[in-house]
């Protein structure tokens, strides 16, 4: 059974930065497309920034220069670090696959960015 396991959240400043981990079981990071994901109060859940195999990131507009994606195929985990956050980026963070994310998402890990 396919588990992931959100870290790294929290509450920081606007301009500051987070850097969220992901644990998975059951799955081989390095051989799927891996995807963070969030989802603010009220709206739905969103894919801001994917991982292909061959390591290389992709981001949302609203992302873009600020998140940086990577992967840890040791340890078999991936991150997200986020730096010059803002206010709108006020979410719980996911992990999972991409573009067809499994059926077991994890807790999530709260980012609350605010003064």
């Known amino acids: 059974q396919v588990q992931f396991v959100e870290s790294g959240g929290g509450l920081v400043q606007p301009g500051g930065s987070l850097r969220l981990s992901c644990a998975g079981s059951?799955?081989?990071?390095?051989?799927?497309?891996m995807g963070w994901y969030r989802q603010a109060p009220g709206k739905q859940r969103e894919l801001v920034a994917k991982i292909d195999v061959g390591g290389s990131g992709t981001y949302v507009d609203a992302v873009k220069g600020r998140f940086t994606i990577s992967r840890d195929n040791a340890k078999n985990m991936m991150f997200l670090q986020m730096n010059s956050l803002k206010p709108e980026d006020t979410a719980v963070y996911y992990c999972?696959?991409?573009?067809?994310?499994?059926?077991?998402w994890g807790q999530g890990t709260q980012v609350t960015v605010s003064s």
């Open positions: 059951g799955i081989i990071f390095s051989k799927n497309i």
């Open positions: 999972n696959g991409s573009p067809l994310p499994w059926a077991s």
